[in-house]
């Protein structure tokens, strides 16, 4: 299925994250193939759009060896990122071990998967993918960790987090919607959501003023950032419009990223009796702006501008 793990599993992969994404349970996105770390090119990098986290992927079209053990190693080391995905057609008992040990080891931002790909074939049907996740962290031994050392405070605020997000996802799954993030909940005060355009997502976010929905403009790139925002302002009255007068544009001077914003009325951390109406605002906030998004032409205008993250 494929003859080069270079030249066709890693761009097959590239195009095809849904598969690995759903396996492990995060809305992976991966940028870059053959992304250099020194003198080397690690096979690809991305992120979990639900947390923001780097993400490593190191391929290995033969049964595991010393030599990718070490490849993401270094690798890890000159990208840090939070998550590492190392993809066999096998793990010899030995690496597997190492996985398991790195994950017990390291500290609670770490998080290695061991993936074992496999094609198969039903009767004449045509040969397809199967993914085979073998080795993980243990979340909750890390999570425990974790909790040890953070204040009081910031961990009553991770736990009501993460309680609001977990059923905020399944109250979002069940309207059908096709933005809602197939990852697993936020412990941030914040989660992602993506818009067709890379490193522009709409960002649903409780901060000390309340809660608000976003167009966040957040590529490594500021001036790609400004010239996005620039281009959205350009159709202000437009948007206005759409979405009201409470809409803020917000070029956050003195920072790479921008963002236009519209405030809810709901606190900081709602009462849980809040949390159905909390959630039917934001649903219906996010199904607004893309409308809204859409009826400006959102892809066109960000493209006049260059879509390169």
């Known amino acids: 299925m494929w003859p080069h ?6 761009p097959w992969l590239l195009a095809n994250v ?4 759903d396996l492990l ?3 992976l996105v991966l940028e870059a193939a053959e992304h250099p770390v020194g003198n080397f090119s690690l096979d690809l990098i991305g992120r979990d759009e639900s947390t923001g986290e780097r993400v490593i992927v190191e391929n290995q079209l033969e049964l595991s060896d010393h030599t990718h053990l070490g490849q993401i190693i270094t690798y890890a080391a000159g990208t840090d990122p939070t998550t590492i995905v190392w993809i066999t057609t096998g793990f010899r008992p030995e690496h597997r071990a190492a996985i398991d040990w790195l994950n017990e080891r390291t500290d609670e931002n770490t998080r290695i998967f061991g993936v074992v790909i496999n094609v198969v074939r039903i009767g004449d049907s045509a040969i397809a993918p199967n993914f085979e996740l073998v080795a993980r962290p243990n979340d909750w031994e890390k999570a425990i960790r974790q909790s040890a050392k953070v204040s009081p405070a910031e961990a009553e605020k991770a736990a009501f987090y993460t309680a609001y997000w977990e059923q905020f996802l399944i109250s979002a799954r069940a309207t059908g919607a096709t933005w809602v993030p197939r990852g697993i909940t936020s412990r941030s005060g914040w989660m992602d959501t993506r818009t067709s355009v890379r490193n522009a997502n709409l960002t649903m976010y409780f901060q000390k003023r309340g809660l608000s929905l976003q167009v966040y403009f957040g590529s490594s790139d500021g001036e790609l950032n400004m010239a996005r925002y620039r281009a959205l302002e350009s159709r202000a009255s437009e948007v206005v419009d759409l979405l009201g007068s409470d809409v803020e544009w917000d070029p956050m001077r003195g920072r790479k990223a921008t963002r236009l914003t519209v405030w809810s009325p709901f606190p900081d ?11 039917e605002w934001l ?3 996010q199904d607004q702006v893309r409308t809204a998004l859409d009826a400006i032409d959102f892809d066109a205008l960000m493209q006049e501008v260059g879509d390169t993250p």
């Open 5 to 10: 793990e270079a030249l066709d599993f890693t």
């Open 18 to 21: 849904d598969v690995l994404s």
């Open 25 to 27: 349970g995060m809305d």
């Open 269 to 279: 951390m709602p009462d849980e009796s809040q949390w159905p109406a909390v959630n």
């Open 283 to 285: 649903i219906a906030q």
